[in-house]
């Protein structure tokens, strides 16, 4: 009897045993496992892509016709410097010529592509009758082929170029972004400058004496 009492205890004790060491193994593979965690450090890189979106700024945004000339003495309707006359009075933001001054400034931005320009009605302050734009594609009919009743005409010049370019209703190529006279390609952050010329209606229906006279430049897609 007493031996087999000595047998049993010495089987427990190894037991115990060998449990601690599963216990401190299992605690040593999880220490092992988990990271250690500990203040990281990173850089920010900045990039920069090509523009996929074509627009034009014009500057500046409002502008005011002057020098006027031409109208009328004798019936009292002669332009002033500042106030276009009848009939078929003149007036110029900037001057022609290659010592002229070109005081809107068209830049363009994007992907190479066109620079589109056209003009539209001459709107007055107090409403009713409008200025009809007349070009060659809508026929002026004042004597010698100016602007008749309710019509005028405008048109852009720049230094590039020797001839204005008078402006539809209709989008075309602004060619004075072409030194060749054409419809070139224009690249990003190209600009020109540029002045403007009106030639007024030979009378006028509306007796405003305010006008606003909008024209437009958009950007277009090579082979547009």
């Keep these: 009897m007493p031996d087999y009492v000595i047998r049993v205890r010495r089987s427990t004790s190894w037991i115990v045993v060998l449990v601690v060491l599963v216990v401190i193994g299992a605690i040593f593979i999880a220490n092992r ?26 500057s500046p945004g409002t ?11 004798g019936a009292d309707t002669a ?30 931005n994007g992907p190479p592509g066109l620079v589109y320009v056209n003009g539209s009605n001459a709107i007055p302050s107090a409403g009713g009758i409008q200025w009809g734009l007349c070009n060659s594609a809508a026929a002026c009919t004042g004597p010698g082929g100016l602007p008749g009743v309710n019509q005028y005409m405008v048109k852009i010049f720049g230094r590039g170029s ?19 006279g054409g419809c070139g390609s224009a690249a990003s952050g190209s600009s020109q400058t540029e002045g403007i010329q009106l030639i007024g209606p030979e009378s006028s229906g509306n007796t405003s004496s305010s006008w606003t006279v909008t024209i437009t430049w958009a950007a277009a897609p090579l082979g547009s």
């Design 33 to 58: 496992a988990a990271p250690v965690a500990s203040n990281g450090s990173s850089v920010a890189v900045s990039l920069k892509v090509v523009p996929t979106i074509r627009s034009v700024t014009v």
């Design 63 to 73: 502008a005011s016709f002057s020098n006027c000339t031409g109208g009328s003495t």
């Design 79 to 108: 332009s002033t410097a500042t106030e276009l006359g009848y009939p078929n009075g003149q007036c110029w933001e900037g001057t022609p010529g290659a010592a002229g001054s070109f005081p809107i400034t068209i830049t363009y």
């Design 162 to 180: 020797d001839n204005s370019t008078e402006l539809t209703g209709t989008q075309t190529c602004d060619q004075q972004f072409d030194p060749g």
